[in-house]
């Protein structure tokens, strides 16, 4: 019972971490001035896309660990670092180049873009063997949840800890790799 919630523990931690840039957009989002029920639906999407992203990356994760081992692993594990990365930096950087808004297609290829990183992590936690029913739980129950967070917050308050929030998740993206790495 205690390895269980260790895991579920480990997995929501995971998933709040990518779950961040969807929260750090919502929040630039929110300023569209949205209505409940759009704000609802955006986070179902960014749900949705965060399950099915990783889904396909544990696939591709699994078939890779069956063909190559532990150097799978390490490839895993050095994703994680270059992804907790890429998000520390776009995090610290300035500029909002958002060109996409959220209605119609706009809004699918914001929930993609969104859940892009999600897709790495599947990667790895494919390779690692992870149960998939609880990665895509706890990271499409996450992604929801802290895309409405931000999307409230974002019509209330005008971006206070966007940038932060996105680092903060790389930071923790940027720990797993380093723990995947070194065993």
């Not at 919630?5 to 919502?26: H, K, N, P, R, W």
């Not at 895993?76 to 890429?86: A, F, K, P, S, T």
């Not at 019509?155 to 930071?171: F, H, N, T």
Request: proline share 1%.
């Amino acid at each position: 019972m205690g390895e269980m919630f260790g895991v579920i523990f480990t997995l929501s931690l995971m998933a709040f971490a990518l779950a961040m840039d969807a929260f750090s957009v919502g929040l630039g989002m929110g300023m569209f001035k949205l209505r409940l029920r759009q704000i609802f639906k955006i986070g179902l999407i960014i749900g949705f896309f965060h399950i099915w992203m990783p889904l396909l990356g544990m696939i591709a994760g699994k078939f890779l660990s069956n063909k190559f081992g532990e150097f799978a692993t390490y490839v895993g594990g050095g994703l994680l670092l270059l992804l907790g990365i890429q998000m520390i930096w776009s995090g610290f950087k300035k500029e909002d180049n958002s060109l996409i808004t959220p209605v119609g297609w706009g809004l699918l290829l914001f929930g993609f873009t969104v859940s892009l990183d999600s897709f790495s992590v599947g990667l790895t936690l494919g390779i690692y063997g992870a149960q998939i029913v609880i990665v895509l739980a706890c990271f499409g129950i996450t992604a929801t949840i802290l895309t409405w967070l931000g999307l409230l917050i974002g019509r209330k308050v005008q971006g206070w800890l966007g940038s932060y929030s996105e680092a903060l998740g790389g930071s923790i993206l940027f720990a797993f790799g380093i723990k995947l790495l070194l065993g």
